[in-house]
């Protein structure tokens, strides 16, 4: 189910205005579509268990409208296009039931399809469908597709589309223009890292509550610190994952004060993040459980807080025939999605055929790829290994027994 709010906004409308409607849609779910300044859609589907019925639903969105001075239009429908256009050609509240949107939407005029989209968009569509004489959108509805297709193109389809109430695309949600940010004045300045943990629990527990209602979580994670000299300090954390844990947010990002402390008291702290779709984890019956980011997350901080940033982390190869090199690259948690391959050999440097035969399947795999070794640098106490590609397995089976023909003879 989808509902749509629709208040006329000029142009000239400040942008407080023009978002209250997209406000009042947000409070009600976190997949929000903004068409343009005044006209926004929202999924509305699971909040039968919290408000009741379509029409019980609807009488909320118009009240909370009310409460805001906004004497929007409040459409409820089975379709998204249909509960656009009966939320801008009907004023007050209408709610269709699923199956009955194209009989709802026949007796209205076609003036409302030019509403949802802009004349340079449908301009000739609409001058075609005005010469032919077409006034509601039933009489588009029921025009042949074939035909209607021949002489306008691909838009005729999808206005008829839209005038029989079916969706051309599915609702694209978006987050929040505004940015996410708590902020908080302290009356005498903060020193030590146990008084402004309670601060930031204060901050980040509102905070958390914001992106649980929008559905979204933090990656990048801002906090200014205003000092007593009025100097501003300003440290960001990029997160391994989205995560909105308010407990797991205030602890990393009092590790990296611990680490990096500041250098007076505080009197002003700013958190402001930067969001992504929150993660949704699906569990294997039978894979090993991997610990949650925001488990490790925590670890890693202390753990370069107690040894130092640059000696925590994950090895990683380096292009280097020096005993021992490698790199510390960031620790990342890697679910292994597909089977490992089997590694091949190559001799002499040159690529070579994996044939894999028996007496049913047969299989050539593709020439892997020419490998230059390069020659050991002068001195070197180690020999050079052969390097080594992946090459997938094909699966065989086992030939089958001929079949039995009478009995064995003694």
Request: glycine share 8%; charged share 25%.
């Amino acid at each position: 189910m989808f509902a749509c709010l629709s208040f006329p906004v000029p142009a000239s409308a400040p942008p407080e205005i023009s978002g209250a409607v997209e406000a009042v849609a947000r409070e009600f779910s976190p997949r929000v579509e903004v068409h343009k300044p005044g006209l926004v859609t929202l999924d509305i589907a699971g909040l039968g268990r919290l408000l009741g019925v379509p029409e019980e639903i609807g009488r909320e969105l118009q009240e909370a409208c009310a409460r805001r001075s906004l004497p929007a239009s409040v459409a409820v429908a089975a379709t998204r296009s249909a509960a656009m256009l009966l939320a801008v050609g009907k004023p007050g509240l209408t709610v269709v039931p699923a199956g009955e949107e194209r009989r709802r939407l026949a007796p209205m005029p076609l003036a409302c399809l030019g509403r949802l989209v802009s004349p340079l968009d449908g301009g000739r569509v609409f001058g075609a469908l005005d010469r032919w004489g077409l006034k509601t959108l039933g009489d588009l509805a029921r025009l042949p597709a074939a035909a209607l297709s021949a002489r306008i193109g691909q838009d005729g389809l999808d206005w008829q589309r839209l005038a029989r109430g079916e969706d051309r695309q599915p609702l694209v949600a978006r987050p929040p223009a505004q940015p996410i940010e708590e902020q908080v004045d302290l009356d005498w300045p903060v020193e030590g890292l146990e008084p402004l943990s309670f601060v930031l629990a204060r901050l980040f527990e509102p905070l958390a509550d914001r992106l649980e209602r929008l559905d979204q979580a933090a990656t990048v994670l801002h906090a200014t610190f205003r000092l007593a000299s009025r100097a501003t300090e300003t440290r960001t954390l990029q997160l391994p994952a989205p995560m909105r844990d308010p407990k797991v947010l205030r602890t990393l990002i009092l590790l990296h004060l611990e680490s990096h402390p500041l250098g007076a008291g505080v009197d002003r702290v700013t958190v402001r993040v930067e969001t992504a779709q929150a993660r949704v984890t699906q569990f294997s019956l039978l894979g090993r459980a991997l610990p949650f980011p925001e488990q490790v997350a925590p670890l890693l901080a202390r753990l370069a807080a107690l040894v130092g940033e640059g000696r925590v982390g994950a090895p990683g190869v380096v292009d280097s025939y020096r005993p021992g090199a490698f790199v510390m690259a960031p620790f990342v948690i890697r679910e292994q999605s597909r089977r490992p391959f089997d590694s091949a050999d190559l001799a002499q440097g040159r690529g070579r055929r994996a044939e894999m035969q028996n007496a049913e399947c047969r299989m050539q795999n593709a020439e892997v790829q020419r490998a230059a070794e390069r020659p050991p640098a002068y001195g070197s106490s180690f020999s050079i290994l052969h390097s080594q590609f992946s090459i997938p397995r094909a699966p065989c089976r086992p030939p089958p027994l001929p079949p039995a023909r009478g009995r064995a003879r003694d």
